[in-house]
Structures are given as structure tokens and as C-alpha cells.
């Protein structure tokens, strides 16, 4: 099993060094053949119009390889690459999609709105008591439809959900010592 970070921009070093504590085979995803080689996919927390605008191939090789129903993650600003519709797009910013959400971009304000809430682990985690969110210039989930099922809730906001093989966090659990979110991810890609 391999897991691929998309090293575009933003905190892949973050996750990766996750998956090596955690003995997770990954590679740094910086060109779009790479992505053959994944079982799962992250799209780390960043800057989503930067992302957007690096490498077209790669985001279509992302979209094949959600289409497949392989396991795909984004945090944060990879949250926001993977919905379906967002509030606030900026004028050509592309998307990856797959995710039935409607995101906003910065609901919780600027980076020096930035804040920790500890919050409910869901209960697909199996796991009593709680886990320290991060939220840094943080989107917020507005509406899920179809089949997405909400994981996680902030301030009566939505954080994270989940939609078959797609996951996305509002916040950046690779920036906490909990691996609860990892771990869970992990099992996603094993059990594809």
C-alpha cells in the first residue's frame, strides 16, 4: 500500500512525516504519473488557489483516480479542491470535485482567527473522548447532499465529512499529535 501526497504547495513535510511514524509507505505526488502508483491519495492544507493554478495534469490524473473510487483525502484548502461547489471562487480557480459539499473558503477569518477546538471523535473512529482541531484561515462546510455523511461539527459549523472514498477536514490534523484521522485514512485505503 502506497499513499501519495500531493507536494504542489502547503503541508505535505506535515503528513508525511505522519505516515513515516506511523510505517505508511507514501511518495511526495510532484508529477501526474506518480498518481499510478497510489492506493490513496492526500491533498494536504495550503493555499487552493495557488494549488489550483500548478499543474493541470496532475488535478486531472486526481480527478481519474476519485472517479475510480479510490481513497482521496483533502485538508483544509484540499477540502476545498475536492468539493463539488464553492462560495467565494476565485475567477479561474479550478477544482478537483467528487465531494458533494458546498464549501466556503476562510469562514473562520484570517490566519490570526487561527484556533484550537477539541472536538467529539466521530463514531466511525471507534474511540471515546476527544482530539484537538486546528483551524487555520479554515473553510467551512455550508451543505452536504447526496450520500455525504457528516463527521465532524464546530461552533454548530460542519468540519469534516465523508462521501464513499472521499474524506475531507475543514482543519489540519497532520499539524496535531493525535493520528486518530491518519489511522482512519489508513484504513480507507486498506479496505478499497
Not at 76 to 101: F, H, T, V, Y
Not at 109 to 127: A, V
Not at 141 to 147: A, L, R, S, T
Amino acid at each position: 500500500m502506497i499513499i501519495g501526497i500531493l507536494a504542489l504547495q502547503g503541508a505535505f513535510i506535515e503528513h508525511k512525516k505522519i505516515l513515516d511514524k506511523l510505517a505508511v509507505e507514501n511518495i511526495l505526488i510532484k508529477k501526474a504519473q506518480q498518481i499510478q502508483f497510489c492506493h490513496g491519495i492526500i491533498i494536504p492544507g495550503g493555499e487552493s488557489t495557488t494549488m489550483s493554478i500548478l499543474d493541470n495534469d496532475i488535478f486531472e490524473e486526481i480527478q481519474i483516480f476519485c472517479k475510480q473510487g479510490k481513497p482521496i483525502w483533502g485538508t483544509c484548502s484540499g477540502m476545498i479542491l475536492l468539493a463539488n461547489n464553492i462560495e467565494g471562487k476565485i475567477e479561474g480557480q479550478k477544482n478537483i470535485g467528487g465531494l458533494d459539499i458546498i464549501v466556503q473558503r476562510n469562514f473562520f477569518g484570517s490566519q490570526q482567527q487561527s484556533f484550537i477546538d477539541n472536538l467529539k471523535y466521530p463514531k466511525e473512529f471507534c474511540k471515546e473522548g476527544t482530539y484537538p482541531a486546528i483551524f487555520i484561515r479554515a473553510p467551512v462546510i455550508k451543505e452536504v447532499y447526496n450520500n455525504t455523511k457528516i463527521l465532524a461539527i464546530c461552533k454548530k459549523n460542519i468540519v469534516a465529512v465523508q462521501q464513499n472514498n472521499i474524506l475531507g477536514t475543514s482543519f489540519h490534523p497532520e499539524l496535531s499529535e493525535d493520528y486518530s484521522w491518519h489511522e482512519y485514512f489508513i484504513d480507507l485505503v486498506k479496505n478499497y
